[in-house]
Structures are given as structure tokens and as C-alpha cells.
């Protein structure tokens, strides 16, 4: 597994921390590649050409988030198809929004939703749009038949929409934007964020007196995470020896 990193941000470096002790316990080679925050757009690119052509690699993930001055659609369409572990390739995500089509990783966050049969015929509250975890999860939910709400920065009344919610799956960056009166009794509450202990939680405390189930942070979602990379990892090699 190849990992590109671009600068040094905490949480990427806790994420990339328990990605090497995984890939070590389970026998997988993990090797990084660390580049500089001012790299240019064209370096890291041609970077990641270099890893698709070698035969060796198997996987390959950019971390996100990237600097400013780079452009994450540029760099992840980069990814071979068959090494985006990642499952953020333009043609996975795609495959992923098709009826009747499934891409050839899913996002490793929202993995973990893949054919739940809980989430069936339950009302889900996904807070936040992005392509690492709100878009992803949203489409998995939908074609596991459950009703998805997309809840955003530019939603009106929220609260009112999170309060209908079986399931609600915080993936927004802002520290405890879902109040705990927001919440239905019972309701489980997936705090996506996998570890950065050092900021305020986005759900706040309260919610543990209302909420059914709720997701400690950290030790909650991101073992889970790590182990759908691996997953991922070993269909790729797979994949590749395979071709």
C-alpha cells in the first residue's frame, strides 16, 4: 500500500499512524511517500503516474484533506482505477450514484454501511455533502433501502429535519453542530470523525442521555475504517495479479 501525504496536519498523521500498524500486523507492506506543503499540482501528479506503473503497487491513496493550491479532483482521477483504495476515482464514485452498477472500491468511511440490513426501511439524517463521507454514504444508505435526508450548510431548519431521524451520521467539521435536543429518543448517532481528540466533539455530551446508541470518538468509527482499507487493499492486489 502507497500512501501519498502532502504537508504534515495531525489528523492526517494520527489516520496514517494507524493505517501503518494495520497494514503491519496483517503482513502488508505499507510505504509513504511524504511531499512538502508548497509541492506543485504537476509534481504530485506525475508522482502518482509513477506508483501506477509500478507493478509492485497494489494500492494507492492521497490523503485528503490536500492544500488549497491543489486541486483534490486532479489528484485522485489521477489514481489508477484498479489501485483507488481510496474508492474516490471520478468512474467509483459514479458507479457507485448507477442503478444496477457497483464501483470497484467503495469509499472506505461509508464501506461500513455497505448492505446493512439495519439501515433498511429506517429514516437516515446524513450531515455534511462531501465525496469522503456524506455523498458516499448517502447513495449506500439509498440503495439499501433506507430514506436519506442530505443536511447541509445552506439547509433550512435542521433541527426540525435531524429530530425525524432514525440514524443520524455526523460528518460535518463544525464542533457540536447537531444539539443534543435535536435528537430522537433511541436514535443511533454516528460520529464519522475518526480521531482528533484534541477538538470538540460534533456531538455534544447530552446526546448520550437521548440517543439509543451513540459512537465514542475516538475508538469509534476508526478502526472500522482502517480495516475496510485493508479490505480494499487486498481486492486490489487481487485485482492486479489477477489482470
Known amino acids: 500500500m502507497n500512501g501519498v501525504i502532502v504537508g504534515v496536519r495531525k489528523d492526517s498523521q494520527t489516520y496514517v499512524n494507524m493505517k501503518r500498524k494495520a497494514c503491519a500486523e496483517v503482513g502488508i507492506m505499507s510505504f ?7 509541492v506543485p499540482e504537476a509534481d504530485l501528479i506525475t508522482k502518482v503516474y509513477q506508483l501506477n506503473s509500478d507493478p509492485d ?33 471520478p468512474l467509483n464514485i459514479g458507479k457507485l450514484a448507477m442503478k444496477g452498477r457497483e464501483p470497484l472500491f467503495l469509499p472506505c468511511t461509508p464501506k461500513k454501511w455497505h448492505k446493512d440490513k439495519g439501515a433498511k426501511s429506517s429514516c437516515s439524517r446524513s450531515v455534511r455533502r462531501s465525496n469522503i463521507v456524506g455523498l458516499p454514504v448517502s447513495l449506500l444508505l439509498l440503495k439499501a433501502d433506507a430514506t436519506v435526508t442530505t443536511v447541509h450548510c ?3 431548519n435542521p433541527e426540525a429535519i435531524i429530530k425525524e431521524a432514525d440514524i443520524i451520521i455526523a460528518a460535518a467539521g463544525q464542533a457540536c453542530m447537531i444539539k ?10 454516528i460520529d464519522e470523525r475518526s480521531q482528533r481528540p484534541e477538538q470538540e466533539i460534533r456531538i455534544p455530551i ?7 446508541f451513540i459512537t465514542p470518538v475516538p475508538d469509534g468509527v476508526g478502526p472500522m475504517i482502517v480495516a475496510m482499507l485493508l ?8 485485482w492486479v495479479i489477477g489482470q
Open 180 to 189: 443534543g435536543d435535536w435528537i430522537k429518543p433511541g436514535a443511533a448517532v
Open 206 to 212: 447530552e446526546a448520550s442521555k437521548v440517543a439509543g
Open 231 to 238: 479490505r480494499n487493499t487486498l481486492d486490489g492486489a487481487k
Open 154 to 156: 445552506h439547509t433550512k
Open 32 to 38: 509513504d511517500v511524504d511531499l512538502p506543503e508548497d
Open 57 to 89: 503497487v497494489h494500492s494507492i491513496l492521497v490523503q485528503l484533506p490536500l492544500p488549497k493550491h491543489i486541486n483534490e479532483e486532479n489528484a485522485l482521477g489521477a489514481i489508477s482505477i484498479d489501485k483507488d483504495v481510496d474508492g474516490f476515482h
